[in-house]
């Protein structure tokens, strides 16, 4: 009786190695294939940790009640958020070749260097601290936002470079098919040519 107790927890504890297994295998997955989203998830958040590490609660609502652009840092997470949504509902949108030439890359461009753009302004209209010069949470604000920004442009040019070599390579293969189709079908009518002969 202890053996078969031992095995069958054995089993068990095998099924859960395994079932961690798959689950760590899968997000790996995501992680490497799909860094857009990864990008936007990061995107999301970070700003927003960042601001509420550097105020509190009831800090930030005050902030949103008296908003100033030269004295409020709110409006950068939001900044983030309106950019990672618009970039996140044109890659669901776009499929293969919408991605590698059109509209993906463009968006994500034009959205980008458009908030580096307000956040630039932003960052040297605002106002300093009692110090005379930024807190190092501000600057890590100001610089996530523009150092994630540049990272959409270049992981959207990596995708759309990807689902271009996707595209030459289908292509070529549909080249290829249909040349060896027609090869075949001439290569039959000369042999039937001959065999009339």
């Keep these: 009786m202890g053996l078969i107790k031992d095995e069958k927890s054995r089993r068990v504890v095998l099924r859960g190695v395994k079932t961690l297994f798959f689950l760590i295998t899968m997000l790996a997955s995501l992680l490497v294939f799909?860094?857009?989203?990864?990008?936007?998830?990061?995107?999301?958040?970070?700003?927003?940790?960042?601001?509420?590490?550097?105020?509190?609660?009831?800090?930030?609502?005050s902030h949103l009640q008296n908003y100033d652009f030269r004295y409020s840092l709110v409006d950068i997470p939001l900044i983030s958020i309106i950019r990672s949504a618009v970039i996140l509902c044109v890659y669901c949108f776009c499929d293969g070749p919408k991605r590698s030439h059109g509209p993906y890359l463009g968006i994500t461009s034009l959205c980008s260097l458009v908030s580096v753009g307000i956040v630039s302004l932003k960052a040297s209209s605002y106002g300093y601290g009692e110090q005379g010069c930024f807190r190092p949470i501000e600057v890590a604000l100001f610089m996530s936002s523009i150092v994630l920004a540049v990272g959409h442009i270049v992981v959207a040019y990596r995708t759309s470079c990807r689902e271009r070599r996707k595209l030459l390579i289908y292509k070529i293969d549909i080249e290829a098919v249909s040349a060896c189709h027609k090869g075949i079908t001439t290569y039959h009518k000369l042999l039937q040519q001959v065999r009339v002969q």
Excluded at 42 to 57: E, I, K, Q, R, V
């Design 34 to 61: 799909s860094a857009p989203i990864l990008l936007v998830i990061a995107d999301t958040l970070l700003p927003c940790a960042l601001l509420s590490a550097s105020f509190p609660l009831k800090s930030i609502s």
